[in-house]
């Protein structure tokens, strides 16, 4: 790749296709495109392949066929690292390491790829208090968290590392409504403060948070995908 950095034209997927060993298609043949300013939604039937399409996005899982691009410039296996600090997965149940929050939190500033970043405590503790959450709460062992917390943490750990595209995998499922309220919040805002630059991709079952946070919708059923102006369910 020529040059790998987090504006340009964004992320593209072409003819993306995934096949479990029984030969059903997990993904099959997927277009789209995720351009800096796009807050899409994406929402389909449990096992329409949301989670997949998110992990293949990220260059996380092997597909069996199509592309990766990232502003205009084919992804490789060589990219990967520097490309998965521009593209972010958050799994539902995200993995924490041992220890404790702040070290969770400060973790990531430890790799080569991320160089040149660090961690700010006062902006991680503005965000928690956003959320309700006292400073205590960075000495807390991760293995005391909530699922809820759990993704807080998560979230908090890849909104730090400022990067160009959040691929949200049911985010806030097992936080409460004001909490859920909050961390949307949080989200427009760092997506807001670099329209040009930044996007993101929100899989949620909760159609009235989708209306909320995105502008474009992608609907996910047996592996393909469907882009529509408005939610489909909102449709007159």
Same mark, same amino acid.
């Given at each position: 790749?020529?040059?790998?950095? =987090? ?20 993904? @099959?043949?997927?277009?789209?495109a995720? +351009? %800096? =300013?796009?807050? $899409? ?12 399409? &998110? ?6 899982? %092997?597909?069996? *066929? =199509? ?6 410039n084919?992804? *490789? ?21 041992? =220890? ?11 790799? *080569?790829v991320?160089?040149? !970043?660090?961690?700010?405590r006062? #902006? /991680?503790?503005?965000?928690?208090? +956003?959320?309700?959450?006292? %400073? ?20 908090? +750990? $890849?909104?730090? &590392?400022?990067?160009? /595209?959040?691929?949200?995998?049911? %985010?806030? $499922?097992?936080?409460d409504?004001?909490?859920?309220? $909050?961390?949307?919040?949080? /989200?427009?805002?760092?997506q ?5 630059? +930044?996007?993101? /991709? ?11 946070v995105?502008? !474009? ?8 995908? #469907?882009? @529509?102006?408005?939610?489909p369910?909102?449709?007159?």
């Open positions: 790749m020529k040059e790998l950095k =987090g504006g340009g034209s964004g992320l593209e997927a072409r003819g993306l296709s995934r096949q479990t060993t029984a030969g059903k298609w997990l993904l @099959h043949d997927v277009f789209l995720l +351009r %800096p =300013g796009d807050r $899409a939604a994406v929402n389909g039937p449990s096992g329409s392949g949301k989670t997949v399409l &998110l992990r293949a996005l990220a260059g996380l899982d %092997p597909v069996v *066929s =199509g592309q990766l691009l990232w502003n205009g084919l992804v *490789s296996g060589n990219d990967m690292s520097c490309y998965r600090s521009y593209v972010i997965y958050l799994h539902q149940r995200p993995m924490l390491h041992e =220890g404790t929050v702040e070290e969770n939190l400060v973790r990531p500033f430890t790799l *080569s991320h160089q040149g !970043k660090s961690f700010d006062v #902006r /991680v503790l503005k965000w928690l208090e +956003r959320i309700g959450k006292s %400073p205590d709460f960075l000495e807390l062992s991760t293995t005391k968290l909530s699922g809820g917390e759990s993704q807080l943490v998560a979230l908090l +750990r $890849a909104l730090q &590392l400022e990067p160009t /595209v959040l691929l949200l995998d049911e %985010p806030t $499922a097992a936080l409504e004001k909490s859920s309220m $909050a961390i949307e919040k949080i /989200v427009n805002e760092w807001a403060s670099e329209m040009t630059r +930044r996007s993101y /991709v929100w899989v949620s079952h909760d159609m009235v948070q989708l209306g909320r995105a502008n !474009k919708y992608w609907f996910l059923d047996q592996g393909s995908v #469907r882009e @529509h102006a408005d939610l369910e909102r449709k007159s």
